[in-house]
Each structure stands twice: as C-alpha cells, then as structure tokens.
C-alpha cells in the first residue's frame, strides 16, 4: 500500500460533523467490517457445488484463486475512489459522479430490493438453520403460520425458524440504531470471534485430521477428473448454437465451468464493499479505506484458500462432491471429531453468520441515506437520529428483509399435486449475481472516467497497477458474465428486468424532487 500518502484529516472531520456523522471507525474497525461482512457461511458451503463443476482438486483450488484475483483487483481499484469520495454512500456516489445520477440509483434500488436485503435474509435464515442443529425445535416445518398462497408459485408463511431470523434481523437493527459504537463493538467481537473459528477449521482440518488417503487421492494428479457436471446452455433456443459441455471438454469445457462456479466463490467473498458505504464516520478515510479494502480482502481469500486446502486434506474429492445438503465444513468436521463435530460447525457458523448481519445491517443504510439526501428515496431516510445513525433507513432496511424472509416460493408437482416451499430471497439473489458484477465492472471502469473528467482531482490513493489490474478485472469479469449469459441464462435476464425497473423509479423520484442541479443533469445510457 505505498500508493497510499496521508492528507489533512482535518476537511472530512469538518465535513462529517457537518452531516452530523461521528467518525468513529479506526483502522482496524474499517478492516474487521471488510472480513465480517465478507464471511457469511457461503465459505462453508459452495465448495461442493465448484467441486461438482470443475471436477478436480486443481479446478476446486483455480476457482477461489480466481476469486481471490478479481476481489483483491477490486479492491484495489475501489481504493482509489474511496479516497477521491470519502462520503457515506460509497459505491452509489462513485457512479453517480463517474456516470449520472441514473447509475447511482440504479445501483441504489437494487442493493435495496434485494442485494443487500436478500443477504440479510439469507445470512440470518442461515443463523436459525444452524441454530436448528443445536436445538431441533428451530425448524422450518414447525409452522406458526403455514404457507397462505398468494398466487400458484408465491406463498407466505411463519416458521419457528423464520421467527428467529426475523427477530436477529430485528435485534441487530435495533442496536445499530443505538449508534456507531455499539455497532462497531459486535462487528469487531464477532469478526475475530468468527475469523479465529475458521482458522480453527483450517487447523484441523490441514494438521489434526489429515487423512493420508485423501491427500494422496486428491493431490496425485489434481487435474484427475471425477464426475464433473454437465453444464447445460441456459435457455432452450441456445442449445442449436451451442454446446452442453463439461469440464473434460478440453479448454473451452475448462473456462465454461470455471466461468459458471464463480457465481458461488464470488458470492461468498462478495460484501468486501460495504465498508465504502460507512466512508462518511471513518476516522481518516482517506487513508484507512484503501488499506482496509486491501487488507481485509486479502485476509479473507487467504482464509477461503486455506480451508478448501483443510477440505481436501480432510476429505476425498468424491465426498466434497456429495457433502449432505453441501455442507462440506460440516461433512470435515464430523470425519475428524465425530457427530461432535457437526455441532461444533453449527456453533461456529451461527458466530459467522451473526457477525456478517450485523456488518450487512449497519453499512446498508448509510447508502440509502446518501440516495435520500440526493432526493432519490424517502426524506425521512436522509435524516439521522440523536445517536448519530440514519435509524429511518436501518428500520427500513429491516422491514424489507424481514418481508423477504417470510415470502417463499410455490412449486406444485404436476404430477403428484404435492407442493415444495422455497426461499425467495435465494431465487432473488440469483438472479442479481448478474447485475452486480455489471455494477462492479462499471464502478471500476469509473476510474478511468473520473481521471479524464477529474485530472486535477485529490487522489490521496492511487489504484495498485493502473490501468492493467483494472483493465485485468473488467476483461475477467466480462469473460464471466458472457459464460453467465449463454449458460445461466433463467438466472441472468430476471436480474437485468430487475435493474431497468428502476429506471420508472427513478424518473419518478428525480421528478418529485424538484430543480436540485443533479436531478436536472441530462440522463444518457
């Protein structure tokens, strides 16, 4: 981080206590906000999915490795804006002022309806299902209110497990409204709480259960393919252009299954971002930001690399592959420390997954502000409370998420008439992974935006490796949103549909507000 000087704290002081923010987030708070929102439970989960479509133990490893480059290379990128905007809103400002006030809220509108508030969903319905494990009277089937259709493939209902999810949702959002201190608190003691437990994973699983068996299966040949998934193009009318294909279809087969299980990696190193959302109460964020962004990322891809090494070293290949309900961790820890061990994993990820919604809650409704205070949400949003903390928006990101917890998916077999509940939020999340990689690519293509239109600009940070590591990412990242398109078809337009409803929305709101100099600046795509 040579890149990075030290510039006068002084101004973004000023201008914080201006808004009303206290920054109160150090160095070390910015960075355990990177890890805790970035470790969810996905680390203990997706590998089996990857290990499905790569086939191999070099391809399980190369998938997170190339994770690991595009967060780092983000990161990276993001550090040079963070620096030149050290405002509450981070990403939503970046595209605003590199692109129009149209991009910024699109951004908005998604992260609102269902990025950030669909992950909230999922991490804590995740909580209460490994809280489940602990004590089995925390089950979905234990209905308070059974499923009520609202239509043949939406329904709603209250479970005992989706009870718990609602009151995390609504105990963490409550205490975030208390003020940035307490926040920070939880977000420190459960990031090193959870960091030190999936170091303990890697521990066991590299040095206490190492099973010479599937060491010597997994890392003679680690290009050996086992069973890898045939990868069907995503909708009916590309399958006369293209290919159904695996990963032992040579190179192209390679990159089309490397493309398609990043939607995994990604996603669960995803939320690396959010500590630019809470810009306007960091200390010197001039500074601390880029440190943080590149600090954080690299400890957490470190950590991912490292416990896909303790599941190999743990397990053979073919048993990832097949880990009940894909809980490869939990599958790790029973085949060394027995049916203790599942417990233990339970324990474990309820820690993860309490401290990454709390991270989640606490930097979500710092962008809203930003967007109210442009006049592109609510006005009551851009106001804070007496603790310093915009509460409207926490209370209003709470209530959206809670909602999404309880509507679920309607499957009815034709066959047999039984129906199936899903998760929305799940569905939802789908099929944004799309569009937030469009955002990322855009966000990052900024840089080159802003140093045409803003050369003199204070960049107290500049981007590691300009232009290529950016350039690195976009290409990478196009590759793979191109793979998306031809063979996670169903899960890619439902998220753009998503995105361009925002466009009405926008021009809605813009309207409402009125002669304010952004609203009127002409809108071009």
Known sequence: MSNVTTSPVAPVVAEAEASGFVRGLGLFDSTMIVVGSMIGSGIFIVSADIARRTGSTAGLLAAWLITGVLTVAAALSYGELAAMMPKAGGQYIYLREAYSPLWGFLYGWTLFLVIQTGTIAAVAVGFSRFLGVVWPAVSPESWIIPPIALSRSYAISLSVQQLVALLLILFLTFLNTLGLKLGKLIQNLFTSAKTLALLGLIVAGVLIGRNAGAIRANFTGIWSLHDPQTIEPGAEWLKSFIPAITAASGA?????????????????????????????????????????????????????????????????????????????????????????????????????????????????????????????????????????????????????????????????????????????????????????????????????VLRRKRPNAERPYRAWGYPVVPVLYIVTAAVIMLILILYQTQDTWPGLVIVMLGVPVYRLWSRRAGAGPRMREEVRF
């Not at 190999?312 to 939990?330: C, N, Y």
Request: charged share 10%; glycine share 10%.
């Open 252 to 448: 192209f087969g390679l990159l089309i299954a490397f493309g398609v299980a990043q939607v995994g990696s990604l996603f669960s190193a995803d939320a690396w971002n959010n500590i630019t959302f809470t810009a306007g109460e960091v200390k010197n964020p001039r500074r601390d930001i880029p440190i943080s962004l590149a600090a954080g990322t690299a400890i957490v891809i470190t950590l991912y690399f490292l416990a896909n090494v303790a599941y190999l070293s743990a397990l053979p290949l073919h048993q990832i592959q097949a880990a009940p309900d894909d809980r490869v961790a939990t599958a790790t820890l029973a085949a060394i420390f027995g049916s203790s061990g599942a417990t233990l994993m339970a324990l474990a990820i309820m820690v993860s997954t309490f401290g990454c919604a709390n991270g989640l809650i606490l930097a979500g409704a710092r962008v809203y502000y930003a967007m109210a205070k442009d006049g592109l949400f609510f006005r009551s949003i851009g106001r804070l409370n007496a603790n310093h903390v915009p509460a409207m928006g926490l209370m209003l990101q709470g209530v959206w998420a809670g909602l999404l917890v309880l509507l679920r998916t309607r499957l009815v077999d034709s066959a047999t008439g039984s129906v199936r509940y899903g998760n929305l939020y799940s569905v939802l999340l789908d099929y944004v992974v799309f569009a937030v990689l469009i955002f990322y690519v855009l966000t990052i293509g900024g840089l080159f």
